[in-house]
């Protein structure tokens, strides 16, 4: 999601089904990718994107809005909603239909902690994904540098292969590799 933001677009179809995971033969390595760029747009915030996509249940809050202002934070409110289903077989907000959905959602002003979430900093993260403040809702390089990804708990569980692996694609890089990026030479992205 850093990556694709970063190139100005917003997906606006973040969900379960379009994110597929990929493990090489052999690599011991499983591979998230984002897929389905059907109704991806360039981030415009002077012309207003006010048209929705996707699932009412990974909608943002401010999606509901009468003049909804649709940023790159709509996708990190949906990659909120797909952990939080990923970790609880729930999403934070379901309702029937789209009206239910959307009137439950301008009620709400916050997602509450569900019993499934023991770990405290994993539900500091979320609750950062799932803030219904766009203007405070994190961006998807803040969150790569939340303590879920950055604390000693989670570096130790960098392996001594993704280690090598990143020394080795650094070491490349140095002689000549054009095909070496950062995400190769970080050992937490392998």
């Not at 997906?11 to 389905?36: M, Q, Y």
């Not at 401010?62 to 409110?77: A, G, R, W």
């Amino acid at each position: 999601m850093r990556a694709f933001h970063s190139t100005g677009y917003i997906h606006r179809d973040i969900k379960c089904d379009n994110i597929l995971l990929h493990s090489p033969p052999g690599s011991g390595r499983v591979h998230a990718k984002i897929s389905d760029f059907g109704f991806a747009k360039k981030e415009d915030l002077n012309n207003e994107l006010t048209y929705l996509k996707g699932f009412a249940q990974y909608f943002a809050p401010e999606s509901f809005l009468k003049n909804p202002i649709i940023t790159q934070k709509v996708d990190i409110y949906a990659l909120g909603v797909t952990f939080y289903k990923l970790r609880t077989h729930n999403y934070p907000v379901n309702e029937r239909n789209f009206n239910d959905q959307k009137m439950k959602m301008t009620i709400l002003k916050s997602i509450n902690r569900p019993s499934e979430i023991k770990d405290d900093i994993q539900w500091d993260l979320l609750s950062k994904l799932l803030e219904f403040d766009p203007n405070k809702r994190i961006t998807a390089v803040e969150a790569l540098q939340h303590p879920y990804f950055t604390s000693p708990g989670a570096i130790a569980d960098v392996s001594k292969e993704q280690q090598d692996l990143a020394s080795l694609a650094a070491v490349a890089e140095l002689g000549g590799d054009s095909n070496i990026n950062e995400f190769d030479k970080d050992p937490t992205f392998i």
